[in-house]
């Protein structure tokens, strides 16, 4: 198959490919356990890639939608713990307050934004945000392309469900995820 560094070099040379064809790009990385930080990602030191975390940019758009509504954010939390509950219908027009908020921080004007931690929004409604995101690719102000990483083995998923916007796929190898690549090329450099 390969060693880390030549898998990398031909994963890294894919997402090039993609990223010159201003497109949705979406990856599948192995399952990382719960609270485990994002890998380490090289192709986020490209000049014109950005590493967005959504959930993120969503949970900072429900506080300030919160506060300014004077909702105690604790309540915020009950609702999201039950979503057969009273509050859940609530808890989901809070989300659609926040799409324009959610859209904007998920704007970057002449940059490829390589989206983690996507699943957010399937839990609230809010998957159609990828696809006026992909509208958007090419234009004054919208990307250049787009990433989206999602843990999956060979099918983009968010929280089980297709991506809901056309795209190129590519597969990360476990190695990739944990830079042992980097570790190789570092080894073969001395």
């Known amino acids: 198959m390969g060693s880390d560094a030549t898998l990398t070099r031909r994963y890294f040379l894919r997402l090039t490919a993609m ?3 201003s497109a949705i790009a979406a990856s599948c990385a192995p399952p990382q356990p ?3 930080e994002p890998p380490p990602f090289a192709i986020v030191e490209e000049p014109a890639v950005e590493l967005l975390d959504v959930e993120e940019i969503v949970l900072d758009a429900f506080r300030a939608e919160a506060a300014a509504a004077r909702v105690d954010w604790h309540l915020v939390e009950a609702a999201d713990g039950d979503r057969s509950g009273p509050d859940w ?4 027009r ?3 307050r926040c799409r324009p908020r ?3 921080g998920l ?8 989206l983690i931690y996507a699943d957010i929004l399937v839990r609230y409604g809010l998957k159609d945000v ?3 995101l992909h509208a958007a690719i090419g234009t004054a102000t919208g990307p250049h392309g787009v990433w989206l990483l999602v843990s999956g083995s060979h099918q983009p998923l968010l ?11 590519a597969i990360v190898s476990e190695s990739w995820v944990r830079n042992a690549h980097r570790s190789e090329i570092a080894a073969s450099a001395r």
């Open 19 to 21: 990223m010159a064809v």
């Open 34 to 36: 719960p609270g485990d």
């Open 89 to 92: 219908p609530r808890l989901q």
């Open 94 to 96: 809070l989300a659609s």
């Open 102 to 104: 959610i859209a904007d």
């Open 107 to 114: 704007s970057t004007p002449g940059q490829t934004p390589l």
């Open 130 to 132: 990828l696809a006026d």
């Open 159 to 169: 929280d089980g469900q297709a991506t809901g916007v056309p795209s190129q796929t």
